[in-house]
């Protein structure tokens, strides 16, 4: 389907079955319209944890935490990231960064396993207070994603965030 006008952005959440969830969106078609928004540069898209996840080009299970699915051999393939989850689960209050808009972030992290880059074409976008990179965007800053959830609770990163989206469509900032 034709989406006129396209989403000024789509949000990726969590979700409890990764690779459940990402078959359901390419089964339904919803990856495709995703992939489509993204290649067009209209739309900006943003993954959250296991959204976070989906945005890469592999998932892999091979302890079958979430899913008696091992691999995800497809992603959206927005982001080069691979994700592989492990029976250690992070757990843990964080404060970081989001690197573009300078704008302090707090949240909690609860995922198994880790990401990493497969090139270098991606770029920190959320770095914890730790150091370490909890987050990668696309080098347009379009598409990102993190592990951060409550992201959008900071009301100075939600500002930036949705005057971003104003000024695409060529509105002012408030």
């Not at 998932?59 to 592989?84: F, K, Y």
């Not at 598409?143 to 104003?166: E, M, N, P, S």
Request: hydrophobic share 35%.
């Amino acid at each position: 389907r034709d989406l006129d006008p396209p989403p000024d952005a789509v949000l990726i959440p969590g979700s409890k079955n990764v690779m459940g969830d990402l078959a359901h969106l390419f089964h339904s078609g919803l990856a495709r319209e995703i992939q489509e928004l993204a290649s067009r540069s209209l739309t900006l898209v943003v993954g959250v944890c296991g959204g976070f996840q989906m945005l890469g080009h592999r998932v892999a299970d091979p302890h079958g935490l979430e899913s008696p699915d091992r691999e995800a051999r497809v992603g959206l393939g927005l982001l080069p990231l691979e994700t592989e989850l492990s029976r250690a689960k992070t757990l843990s209050q964080s404060s970081a960064l989001h690197l573009e808009s300078g704008c302090s972030l707090k949240g909690y992290e609860i995922h198994h396993g880790s990401t990493r880059l497969t090139r270098e074409e991606a770029t920190p976008a959320v770095r914890s207070e730790s150091g370490e990179v909890i987050g990668y965007s696309d080098p347009s800053g379009r598409i990102w994603g993190t592990y951060l959830h409550g992201v959008f609770d900071a009301d100075t990163f939600r500002r930036w965030f949705l005057d971003r989206l104003r000024e695409s469509k060529g509105l002012s900032p408030l």
